[in-house]
């Protein structure tokens, strides 16, 4: 059985920094996209980021841009997202995804899409402070 387990959520103060972990068992996804949403109470999930299956490209919301960074570890079945300068409209519960396809990276734009991809965490809590 596959599942995304994300970790690494919290209560931080505006400006401090977090990095969340999602990690997969049940299937490799070293061959394949994966990618970050959250969605804040009220709001509809929105995209945060995305990376290429090999990690060489790499795409983010405009409203994260130079504050979060993306990455991951193929050998430990690993995504990561690395937040920095944290504001309280980065409140949020964010969510790990995973293509399920061997995709070539068309555009960032393309895993922007929530269809994109098939398998989903549960969820871990960001909550920034004013």
């Known amino acids: 059985q596959v599942s995304l387990v994300e970790s690494g959520g919290g209560l931080v103060q505006a400006g401090g920094s977090l990095r969340l972990s999602c990690a997969a068992s049940?299937?490799?996804?070293?061959?394949?996209?994966r990618a970050w949403f959250r969605q804040a109470p009220g709001k509809e999930r929105e995209f945060v980021a995305a990376?290429?299956?090999?990690?060489?490209?790499?795409y983010y919301a405009d409203s994260v841009k130079g504050r979060f960074t993306i990455s991951r570890d193929n050998a430990e079945n690993t995504v990561y997202l690395q937040m920095n300068s944290l504001t309280p409209e980065d409140t949020a519960v964010y969510y790990c995804?995973?293509?399920?396809?061997?995709?070539?990276?068309?555009?960032?734009?393309?895993?922007?899409?929530?269809?994109?991809?098939?398998?989903w965490g549960q969820g871990t809590q960001v909550t920034v402070s004013s």
């Open positions: 995804a995973a293509d399920s396809h061997p995709r070539p990276w068309y555009s960032g734009s393309y895993y922007s899409r929530g269809d994109v991809y098939e398998y």
């Open positions: 049940g299937r490799t996804f070293s061959s394949y996209a």
């Open positions: 990376i290429s299956r090999s990690g060489d490209s790499t």
